[in-house]
């Protein structure tokens, strides 16, 4: 069996390992900063303007921050599921979550081309990546989802990038910097992605 198809066949693991990782936490309750968002601050933003400029007066908001991707993910939840709602923003989290995984296990897979088992080293890595407790917080709260948010749209920038370092795809081209500014628009941490790429970059096998 190739690798590819080694890795084709396995992908599904670490998703699975994230969704058992984290099955209880839609149960959960809204706790600290989530209730102040969905009971306080949500009710300030009445439009896509809002979303990107902030009203003045929003409660206990943090005018410092700019995160246009989380709010509106929160807004979104509230569309979904209503306002207040715990399950639905918890299993919205857990979502993020698993999609983040399978992104991590396509970039290691590229990573990892011709590396002996370079595809069981990829399917190892995301599932480390899907269980690892340092996620613990960013999943299981509501609030912390804007460290879910940034990761899950840096890594595949970073994986579209690489491939349009390989295959010269105009899409991947416009992509990778749009998932980029998302990212930061997410969290700010996403800017060591630049200090990420480059690395990559010079490093990752050509394929």
């Given amino acids: 069996m190739t690798p590819d198809r080694e890795f084709s066949r396995s992908w599904w693991l670490p998703l699975l ?6 099955a209880v936490a839609p149960t959960a309750q809204l706790v600290w900063d989530d209730q102040i968002v969905a009971g306080q601050q949500l009710l300030s933003f009445n439009s896509v303007a809002d979303i990107l400029q902030p009203p003045a007066g929003i409660p206990q908001w943090s005018y410092a921050y700019y995160r246009p991707v989380v709010v509106a993910s929160y807004l979104l939840d509230a569309w979904l599921f209503g306002i207040g709602s715990a399950i639905g923003p918890h299993t ?3 979502l993020y979550h698993v999609l983040t995984t399978l992104f991590v296990g ?3 897979r590229r990573l990892l081309a011709g590396v002996p088992q370079g595809a069981l080293g990829a399917i190892a890595a995301a599932t480390l990546f899907a269980v690892h407790p340092i996620h613990t917080e960013s999943v299981s709260w509501v609030t912390g989802r804007s460290d879910l ?3 899950l749209l840096l890594v595949p920038a970073l994986h579209v990038t ?11 081209l416009l992509l990778g910097p749009v998932l980029f500014l ?6 700010e941490v996403a800017i060591a992605g630049l200090a990420i790429l480059p690395v990559l970059w010079l490093l990752a096998p050509r394929r």
């Fill in 17 to 22: 390992a994230a969704v058992v990782a984290y």
């Fill in 92 to 94: 919205m989290n857990v």
């Fill in 149 to 151: 948010l940034a990761t």
């Fill in 106 to 108: 396509l970039l290691a």
């Fill in 162 to 172: 690489l491939r349009w370092r390989d295959e010269g795809a105009t899409w991947q």
């Fill in 182 to 187: 998302l990212a930061l628009l997410a969290k």
